[in-house]
């Protein structure tokens, strides 16, 4: 595979080689035996997941921490190592998360038995990107997450439309029903969006365009809730994608289509122009890295496909 200077990852020069200079760097499997992929697929437990690192001892929080660092460990291999479905581990690991889906569609345990429409989205996103698409569980999921909008358009954390303590939360047996003419969040918003954002037939939903409508006019603004409410939560950038920032928002809505001619879109991509450095890298507060050294190289690479979509 040909090489450029200045980073030793073999899955950082690969997708570069790829999606920004044109040149095909072989097959995707090359990547899969790589050591660091390898030390992964170390810690996997038989039943598909990973254990959460930090001791939890309450049985409801032990379990839906192992989700999460299931989800944790699935973004990196997907997104960075580009494992896909025809991968057993990755199998393997859909078939744990998809084991958590209700009923319903969505998956609980984060939030004990609320609804989750931010990490139900989140585990939708990262098995579509690995090539879960037609899958009935995906469809439900998605159907779910289209049923459960705020009237305004945009999605919230149902829990967090009412005033209860976590106290009280623990005690609920049912999840609390969305009060839908309360204003959506910006941060539940934008992660939902992600996982339609990234699926070939609802890319073009009217209703995911509508809601992304919504979302681009409070970029840089506040929250409507109390979760990462301040607006510097916007400059504080994931990669793999978590929480929204403004670069996961302009990731998904150049997906969707939207326009960089938009002003409140155009704003935004003059913020990361205005925090370029003279060495064509940029100055952003990190978060998430996980220890990889070249999680800023990651965040340049995500920059540049980004642009690349609203220009290209």
């Given amino acids: 595979m040909p090489q450029f200077e200045g980073v030793d990852n073999d899955a950082l020069q690969y997708q570069v080689l790829r999606d920004l200079r044109g040149v095909d760097p ?49 973004g990196i291999l997907v997104e960075k190592y580009l494992l896909n479905r025809n991968h057993p581990a990755v199998q393997k690991a859909a078939n744990f998360l ?48 289209l049923s459960i909008r705020q009237d305004d358009g945009g999605w919230t954390v149902p829990l967090r439309t009412e005033h209860l303590r976590w106290g009280e939360v623990i005690k609920l047996t049912e999840p609390v029903q969305p009060r839908r003419e309360k204003r959506f969040s910006q941060m539940i918003t934008g992660v939902v969006l992600r996982s ?37 939560y916007w400059t504080r950038i994931t990669f793999p994608f978590w929480f929204s920032d403004v670069l996961s928002v302009l990731d998904t809505l150049s997906r969707l289509g939207f326009s960089a001619d938009q ?17 064509g890298s940029w100055n952003l507060y990190l978060l998430k890295g996980a220890g990889d050294k070249n999680t800023s190289f990651w965040v340049g690479l995500v920059i540049c496909r980004m642009l690349k979509r609203f220009f290209g």
């Fill in 98 to 145: 998809l084991s958590c889906q209700t009923e319903e569609g969505d998956f609980r345990g984060i939030y004990r038995n609320q609804y989750s429409p931010n990490y139900t989205a989140a585990y939708l996103e990262i098995l579509i990107k690995a090539g879960f698409i037609d899958d009935e569980p995906i469809e439900r999921g998605l159907q779910w997450l």
């Fill in 26 to 74: 072989g097959p995707v499997t090359s990547l899969w035996n790589l050591q660091s992929v390898q030390r992964i697929l170390r810690k996997q437990q038989e039943d598909g997941s990973w254990k959460y690192p930090k001791k939890k001892t309450d049985p409801i929080e032990v379990s839906g921490y192992k989700q999460l660092e299931t989800f944790r460990q699935l």
């Fill in 196 to 232: 339609f954002a990234v699926h070939p037939k609802y890319n073009r939903h009217a209703d995911v365009l509508l809601a992304g409508e919504r979302l681009t006019t409070q970029i840089f603004k506040a929250d409507n809730y109390t979760d990462r409410k301040a607006p510097e």
């Fill in 263 to 279: 002003q409140n879109i155009r704003d935004a991509i003059d913020w990361f122009v205005s925090q370029q450095k003279s060495d």
